[in-house]
């Protein structure tokens, strides 16, 4: 009986604890998957204006996550970048400028002098046309800091032909720009 009741005693605490609900929770005050503080949508358009995707930027704690949804592309892997300017003049989306670099560091997440703040790895398109690429730039800010992606003249993300080698300056060869969407901030 003694042993019935330590047992008891011991476990109800606990069942209790965990019944309070408390969700992904790192440490007393702080959330896993908190809110994001500031997002940003845009539409990828391709040279005649069709469809090809969207994306969404989310502005969390120590960076910015992008998702981002493609549709109508050759299969294969495509580079995808952030650039510095809001336009997407068609047919080459060449006035959406460089890509985001306020660090001026090289292009590439495999280059030792890099990746800068545009940089994204490549999205997968499948046979169907398809694909989509989740990731989060650390450091990037939408918004604040000292070099936010929405600064006076806006941002755009543009999908090139090809894919990105991730170390060649300034692109990673990888191709033409064949959709772009202007970044908004919601």
Known sequence: MRATTLTALTVLPLLALAACGVTNSTSLGQTKDAPPSVTATTQLLGPNGEMRGSARLEQRAGGTRVIASVEGLPAGPHGIHLHAVGKCDAPGFTTAGGHFNPTMKMHGSMNPMGPHEGDLPNVDVAADGKGKVEFTVPGLMLTGGTAP?????????????TADDLKTDPSGNSGGRIACGIIAAR
């Open 149 to 161: 992606l929405l600064d006076a003249d806006g941002a755009a993300l543009v999908v090139h032909a």
